[in-house]
């Protein structure tokens, strides 16, 4: 993408009180982040493999914040082990709540100029709209698509089927690449959100916008090898090393 294009995609998020920022790459992205955040904030972490590839975590660490992340290695580890209670699960969500700065990705940016989500739990996503004095989110050029309806379209064709193939959840769509709006107990959309304006409880919104692609997220037409790229920068960009399927490896 054209940063033109990008730089389009900014000035309707700015029209919309976003406070935004266009950079080359990921270790821009990591200077912007670091750049917006305050040494010595508290910051909440969103579930995001782009936060984890551009490394804002641990530099945020480093300038002395206090990181709260509900999905850092260390408790995964222990939520797959069984060994953390659902109710410190719940009090850390709510710890990065209210955090001076929420630092997240996003599934989907529409060029439209609107962020959609979507979450199991919805921790995520309320972060995004209320709790914290400001949040930060960083979208890799892959998460652009037009509009709203595109972006509900990618969200449950692509976005859950890709999470639910890397995080081994028994879902249809892991199977399919198709929603069948399932009941199944390891489903991983339970709230979506469309956030066309920047939330007014938040003292600053900003999205930083990266000309290159980051996290999961892919249109199916694209060529094969872009989508190869995405998955392979996934896998080793990131902790999660877990043997990701690849699309419609299962679909048979
Ligand atoms: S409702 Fe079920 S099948 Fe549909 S996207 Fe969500 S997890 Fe997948």
Same mark, same amino acid.
């Given at each position: 993408m054209? @940063?033109?294009? %990008?730089? *389009?995609?900014?000035? $309707?998020?700015?029209?919309?009180?976003?406070r935004t920022v266009v950079v080359a790459d990921a270790a821009e992205a990591r200077e912007a982040v670091l750049r917006l955040v305050a040494p010595g904030s508290t910051v909440g972490v969103g579930d995001s493999a782009t936060l984890r590839q551009i490394g804002s975590i641990e530099a945020l660490e480093e300038q002395g914040c206090a990181v709260v992340d509900l999905f850092s290695r260390r408790i995964s580890e222990l939520t797959n082990a069984k060994s953390i209670s659902m109710e410190k699960r719940k009090n850390i969500a709510r710890l990065a709540m209210h955090c001076d700065v929420f630092l997240t990705g996003t599934n989907v940016v529409t060029e439209s100029g609107a962020l959609v989500n979507i979450d199991g739990y919805g921790n995520r996503v309320a972060a995004m709209i209320c709790g914290p004095k400001e949040v930060v989110v960083v979208a890799g050029r892959n998460k652009i698509v037009a509009d709203v309806e595109a972006a509900l379209v990618r969200l449950k064709s692509v976005i859950v089927p890709a999470h639910a $193939?890397? @995080?081994? @959840?028994?879902?249809?769509? *892991? *199977?399919?690449?198709?929603? !069948?709006?399932?009941? !199944?107990?390891?489903?991983?959309?339970g709230v979506?959100?469309?956030?066309? $304006?920047a939330p007014g409880y938040l003292d600053a919104a900003h999205v930083v916008l990266v000309d290159e692609d980051l996290g999961l997220g892919w249109d199916p037409s694209w060529p094969e090898d872009r989508i190869a790229r995405i998955l392979a920068s996934y896998e *080793?960009?990131?902790? %999660? @090393?877990?043997g990701s399927r690849k699309p419609r490896d299962t679909a048979s």
């Open positions: 054209m @940063k033109k294009q %990008l730089e *389009a995609v900014c000035d $309707r998020l700015r029209h919309h009180g976003f $193939r890397t @995080k081994w @959840k028994n879902t249809p769509c *892991a *199977a399919t690449d198709r929603c !069948s709006d399932c009941d !199944s107990p390891e489903r991983l959309c979506t959100t469309i956030i066309e $304006r *080793a960009e990131t902790w %999660l @090393k877990l």
